[in-house]
């Protein structure tokens, strides 16, 4: 299967360590996006990379996550600190930038729970 | 402010049976793009079907189809023959513009349950 694949798919921290995900896209996607799901809610959009440089960050993003995608091709999101209210889904996704089927395909999430 | 509002928190349906999932957004751009996507139990977002703002006709995929109606600002999901497989909870997702990139706006979901 050539889906986005995250890894990993379940972690619990406690709070105040630092934890990191890992995102590797479908291979011939050049964008890539991190989102946020807390439990009834939709996905929040939380940043958006184009090959390797991050265009958008959501103000979400405080200053205790970052997003790296060095070759443009594989991503991960660090948080630093982790606090409760970081428990959460984190989803990524990645789509074309042109052509048809421009969709963004999501892979499974990692479930974070800060204890 | 771009929203989207999706009122039904649950929905039942019998196997075999349609059911409209209801989606109204808000938004003053003149391109955006519509998508609705489904959620089983195991998280991942999987993509149903997508609508541009200047798309004549409804789209359809398979046994989805968009009801798009821009005057009233609604874009509700019908599913026909519903299945087993379609309990999940969907998203109505908006982009702007409907060329750009997938900074979606997502609703907060209807959960979907398909009784035998």
């Known amino acids: 299967d050539t889906g986005v694949s995250q890894d990993p798919r379940h972690k619990i921290t406690k709070r105040g360590q630092n934890v990191t995900f890992r995102c590797d896209p479908i291979?011939?996607?050049?964008?890539l996006y991190w989102y946020r799901q807390t439990l009834g809610q939709g996905p929040e959009f939380l940043t958006y990379?184009?090959?390797?440089?991050?265009?958008?960050k959501s103000r979400l993003l405080s200053d205790r996550f970052s997003a790296e995608r060095p070759k443009g091709s594989f991503s991960t999101l660090e948080i630093q600190r982790t606090e409760q209210g970081d428990s959460a889904m984190y989803l990524c996704?990645?789509?074309?930038?042109?052509?048809?089927?421009?969709?963004?395909?999501f892979g499974q999430g990692t479930r974070l729970t800060v204890v | 402010a771009q929203k989207i509002t999706q009122t039904q928190p649950g929905m039942f349906v019998q196997e075999k049976e349609a059911v409209t999932l209801d989606c109204t957004y808000d938004?003053?751009?003149?391109?955006?793009?519509l998508f609705w996507y489904k959620q089983p139990s195991s998280g991942e977002m999987i993509f149903l079907i997508y609508?541009?703002?200047?798309?004549?006709q409804n789209a359809t995929e398979g046994r989805y189809s968009l009801n798009f109606q821009k005057a009233r600002k609604s874009a509700n999901l019908v599913i026909s023959a519903s299945q087993l497989g379609d309990s999940a909870m969907y998203f109505c997702?908006?982009?702007?513009?409907?060329?750009?990139?997938?900074?979606?706006?997502f609703g907060a979901g209807t959960r979907l349950a398909v009784h035998p």
């Open positions: 996704a990645s789509s074309l930038s042109s052509g048809t089927g421009t969709e963004a395909f």
């Open positions: 291979s011939e996607h050049n964008r």
């Open positions: 990379f184009q090959n390797e440089a991050q265009l958008e």
């Open positions: 609508q541009g703002s200047y798309d004549e």
């Open positions: 938004t003053s751009d003149q391109s955006y793009g």
């Open positions: 997702a908006m982009r702007r513009p409907s060329g750009g990139y997938n900074k979606l706006i």
